[in-house]
């Protein structure tokens, strides 16, 4: 299955600022999703990222708060814009791996707090 | 609307014993199902998957059963191992969507 690097592993930021997490797959693939967990809540899905398009965004979730970048087939970014303390979460990027029997690898996420 | 629902957050079972964990789900459009471990600071990790066009897959010490007519999936782990303690996530996705929708997690400890 696909390897996942996801950075920063973790960050403290102030309100207001934006923290952008890079994840890096060491295959091509063409779909990559990234995840929110809140703290004590269930994985979410905020958008899927595909190469060459825009970010298909869930209910609840908007562009202008989680901006994606998709420049490859390797390489996608989610940045959390003008944070408050309600965006303090893991976030997960995740691809689906060719062989659907191996399900969908996860990075080791992202713990952000804002304070 | 939770589609997927773990409704035990939290499972205590003695090594060596199986452990049950329990998914429900609502949306009767899934089609395929899947079940993560998650240990702290750490993504969760793919442990097996089951179509619906099966009931019961098998992985060594994991099975996964499927009860279509009740929307009702379980994971059983036997026998229990102390590095099972973790917590438990079940997923669901239909075909051509590709994204997953996950229950809340069930916390299990496996006690020496």
């Known amino acids: 299955s696909a390897v996942i690097s996801q950075k920063p592993s973790r960050d403290i930021c102030q309100r207001g600022t934006s923290l952008t997490i890079q994840c890096q797959v060491d295959?091509?693939?063409?779909?990559m999703f990234w995840y929110r967990q809140q703290p004590g809540q269930s994985l979410t899905l905020i958008a899927t990222a595909n190469q060459g398009s825009e970010a298909t965004y869930e209910s609840g979730f908007v562009i202008d708060k989680f901006p994606i970048s998709r420049p490859n087939l390797t390489f996608s970014t989610l940045t959390v814009s003008n944070m408050s303390p309600e965006d303090s979460s893991i976030y997960l990027c995740?691809?689906?791996?060719?062989?659907?029997?191996?399900?969908?690898?996860f990075g080791s996420g992202t713990r952000l707090t804002v304070v | 609307d939770q589609q997927v629902k773990q409704n035990s957050p939290s499972l205590s079972v003695q090594e060596g014993r199986i452990s049950i964990l329990n998914c429900d789900y609502t949306n009767s459009m899934f089609d395929y199902f899947l079940w993560y471990k998650k240990y702290p600071a750490e993504g969760p990790t793919f442990l097996i998957s089951?179509?619906?066009?099966?009931d019961k897959n098998e992985d060594g010490r994991f099975t996964v059963f499927l009860n279509k007519s009740a929307k009702h999936l379980s994971l059983h782990i036997v026998p229990s191992q102390p590095g099972d303690s973790a917590v438990y996530f079940c997923?669901?996705?239909?075909?051509?969507?590709?994204?997953?929708?996950f229950g809340q997690g069930t916390r299990l400890t496996i006690n020496p």
């Open positions: 089951i179509s619906s066009i099966k």
């Open positions: 995740s691809v689906a791996t060719a062989a659907v029997d191996y399900g969908y690898t």
């Open positions: 295959s091509q693939v063409t779909m």
């Open positions: 997923a669901a996705s239909h075909q051509g969507a590709q994204k997953l929708v």
